[in-house]
């Protein structure tokens, strides 16, 4: 049994099969990309994992716990966190006071924006946001605006946000999109301390080889809503059924 199941998940938009019979199994502590061509239906399964959509048949289960009917928040407070493909930070505020947002949260389950200046204030939240923030290796520019930063740094602030909240499950939709090569090197190298420091289980959406053969232990590869193969990188590597689909070979 993997933390997270998906059983004969389908999902229709009109007469458009988006997804058609996805199983898929996450084990515990792996990193588990799920590649596709576009329109291949990566971002509806994703979608129906954190209840923004909704399945119309099938199961998805976290830990033995059903996920559907549950909100987006509801998901999140289960130990589920979930990364977009822009970073989501606030350019207007510090690095620190990004991070003490979600440690607050964390500790007394709201956000609270206008309250920022009482919270930096209270030891164990103030020790947390650092204690999240050196290990991201953000430390020392804890002082910096959020909107000066590099792309592959909002994504290292986003992941300390990410990290408060002390998930069990991180899902990645294309973490490197629109990412120069330093940048994406930095953000590869981010997820796999993370995943060595942490026992955080990852699943990840991602368009680019060198992400996915970087970080991955497992590959689901989707073409036209349904999974094709799940095996290692090695052997998804080259199977001909992958270099068809996926390649266009
Ligand atoms: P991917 O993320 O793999 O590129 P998507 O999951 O975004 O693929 O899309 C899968 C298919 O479903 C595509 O044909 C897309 O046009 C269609 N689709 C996605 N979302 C919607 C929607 N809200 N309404 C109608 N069609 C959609
Ligand atoms: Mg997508």
Known sequence: ???????????????????????????????HAIIGPNG????TLLNCLVGKLMPDTGSVTFDGQSLLGRKPH?????????????????????VMENVLIPCFAKRDGAFRLNALTSIAQEPDVRAKA??????VNMIDKRHMQGSSL??????????????????RLLLLDEPTAGMARADTNNTIDLLKEIHEKRDITMAIIEHDMHVVFSLADRITVLAQGTPLVEDTPDNIK???????????E
């Open 1 to 31: 049994m993997g933390i997270l199941e998906v059983k004969n998940i389908n999902k229709r938009f009109g007469g458009l099969q988006a997804l058609g019979d996805v199983n898929l199994s996450v084990k515990e502590n792996s990193v």
């Open 40 to 43: 291949a239906g990566k971002s």
């Open 74 to 94: 509801e998901i999140n407070q289960l130990g589920i966190s979930r990364v977009f493909q822009t970073p989501e930070i606030f350019g207007d505020l510090t």
């Open 130 to 135: 650092e204690q999240m923030l050196i290990d």
């Open 150 to 167: 590099s792309r592959g740094d909002k994504r290292r602030l986003e992941m300390a946000m990410c990290l408060a909240q002390d998930p």
């Open 238 to 248: 080259g199977h001909p059924k992958v270099k068809e689909a996926y390649l266009g």
